[in-house]
DNA sequence: TTGAAAGCGCTAACAA
DNA sequence: TTGTTAGCGCTTTCAA
């Protein structure tokens, strides 16, 4: 772990001739501890190379000082700023992180509370595996008392705030500025419903074809396997439909992608054959041709959001209202979807 | 940190009338304990409820059974890969991540070394920002015999293992193989010459240029700032040359596409007038127009191997003969640099 | 303003 | 095969 002496309290407190109980204030500066005897405390630790074992004291304290973050994946801009948020607030608030991914799958997520848990995490932070279903690899803690926050793929659960978008409405916005473009056959690309997101922006994507006066058509809603996504064969899938649609509108930007440019290798033309909408404001979404529209979400703003509740929560600052924290979305129109 | 009382080893030896040492051997499996009475631990453990303390655990072995990860960016394919692939060997042996982004500042990095030193981690796995320079603010992890090792983004250093690629090599080959397209004037849009990484795939390119009798104009070598690209910028620079180049080699995917996307929409023919090539494979590299040519490294083997050197070298299993691994790449050549 | 002392929960040397 | 015991390094109560 560590060179054959590290250096403890307890060195520093025969070298000043005190006792370990007023280095270890000093070290924490508590106010008891005179001014003159705390610095030379603090000088006399940074001279012999003193570093404090959090080991020790997690032990005696009972508190990690540690948040836990569970996510789908890494592998994503959107994911990345969220971090990037949660990040940030933890480490003025004096908190460190541990993240781990559940490659969208529950089991992996099981695996991964459990060894938060025995990491003994102050609270966490998660954001849904696509495939979960259900609350019970989360109820032990709670029962444990251990505060926990859920992000953007949220489930409804006793006493846990939440930080989502709108994604009904996203959905909807989504839907209608494809209609307002002119079109009437309109494939979603859809996500699992069980998770909350998919399911949201599935609800607004019916909802607005319903107030446009459209039926809703199941043959239209496609369900890629987002652990393996082969857009290779989802744009056939669409390329097989006896009427080609006219609208694309798909849960996520890299999906969007793949299949757009699947879509114009066939011979398809964007937008004017088919227009595309994506989500999440990926950063492969600029560089695409063309452009995608898409649904921006801030994640580094959801992320600190996070972040801060919990942490408000751990600090008991307030009492623990669970509430749902919705953050704004904004429709971004690029030349995927403009026909005029 | 947890309910009002947790269960420890006592509340199981009281429960069984046995004692706490044997509780605590049991759940390790010791061999000395004989099988019933170990069956009887572990049953009564899991009836009760119980969890171990790591903490407790760690300040009385020394040990934290944690690796630190310190790279410059989670937002990348590349990156999430090698994640995945230390994360694998890690659980196969029983450690856990603790993982930091340095976002490209040495700063930050300096800071996360802190950070990872103080939660006493076993060994340290680092790919470093673009901007560092040298090697003291790693000299005290040494001092302290904490296995370092390096991956991709490298320094020399004494007794550090490397697991990188030959990224002269595919430097060199990127350009050849634009060379073999007819390409005469390269523009090179290169990162930080600090890291070793971009000095590597640079001196590549110069010898190149020299072996197939080409002088090196530095004009066509180009530095955006990695940590703020502006490839709009990067891509004017190009179109404002007094020759227009017919080849492009970059230092990354995100960055070929990005450029690539602006020339083309500033009317320039990919690869007819110019001719791309990426690096890293990065999803967006198949999904753009036209799909671009690319150095694949497979950052997941890249991973594996750097964790599991790192892990032989925490359990001795040999004597520490610091070496450097080169993993195998190989030119992806897809539409954006074929002309032919 | 400081010190003495107990104990957080676990492991391992030594003893039986 | 199991138990006794000490101690990892720190914080905090109580006392001075």
Redesign the interface.
């Known amino acids: ?3 054959p002496k590290d250096i403890t309290i307890y060195d520093i407190a025969k070298e000043l001739h005190i006792s370990a109980a007023t280095v270890s204030r000093g070290l924490n500066d508590h106010p008891a501890i005179k001014k003159q005897t705390r610095e030379k405390i603090h000088e006399t630790a940074r001279r012999m190379g003193y ?6 004291s ?2 005696r304290k ?3 000082n540690t948040i836990g973050v569970i996510i789908p ?3 994503s ?1 959107f ?3 969220v ?2 948020g949660i ?1 940030k607030v933890a480490n003025q608030s004096g908190y ?6 559940s ?1 969208e799958s529950v089991r992996k997520e099981r695996s991964n509370v459990d ?1 938060m ?4 995490v ?1 609270g966490l932070l998660v954001s849904l595996a696509s495939d979960t279903e259900g609350f019970d690899h989360f109820e ?1 803690i709670l ?4 505060p926990l926050i859920f992000f953007d793929r949220v489930v409804e659960a006793p006493n846990c705030s939440s930080i989502t978008i709108n994604n009904f409405q996203a959905g909807y916005s989504a839907t209608q500025h494809l209609l307002d473009q002119r079109c009437r056959r309109i494939v979603h690309v859809a996500g699992n419903l069980r998770s909350s997101v998919y399911d949201g922006r599935h609800s607004g994507y019916k909802q607005a074809l319903q107030d446009f006066g459209l039926d809703y058509d199941s043959a239209l809603v496609l369900f890629p396997d987002l652990r393996d996504p082969d857009p290779g064969r989802t744009a056939h899938d669409i390329l097989a439909m006896d009427t080609l649609p006219d609208g694309l509108f798909c849960v996520s930007d ?1 999906q969007a ?2 299949i757009m ?1 699947e879509l ?1 290798r066939a011979g398809v033309k964007v937008p004017q054959q088919i227009a595309v909408v994506g989500f999440n404001n990926d ?2 979404s ?4 063309p452009a995608l529209t898409t649904v921006y979400y801030p994640g580094q703003e959801m992320g600190e959001v996070a972040a801060r509740t919990l942490i408000r929560k751990l600090n008991q600052e307030e009492e623990h209202q669970p509430n749902n924290i919705v953050i704004e979305h904004r429709l971004i129109e690029r030349e995927s979807s403009l026909r005029n």
């Open positions: 772990m560590s060179s570093q404090q074992n959090i080991f020790a997690n032990l009972q508190k990690t994946h890494l592998n801009y994911t990345s700023t971090i990037a990040e460190n992180l541990i993240i781990s991914q490659l060894t848990f025995n990491s003994r102050d032990f029962q444990k008392k251990i890299t992608a793949a440019s114009r950063l492969l600029r560089v695409v041709e």
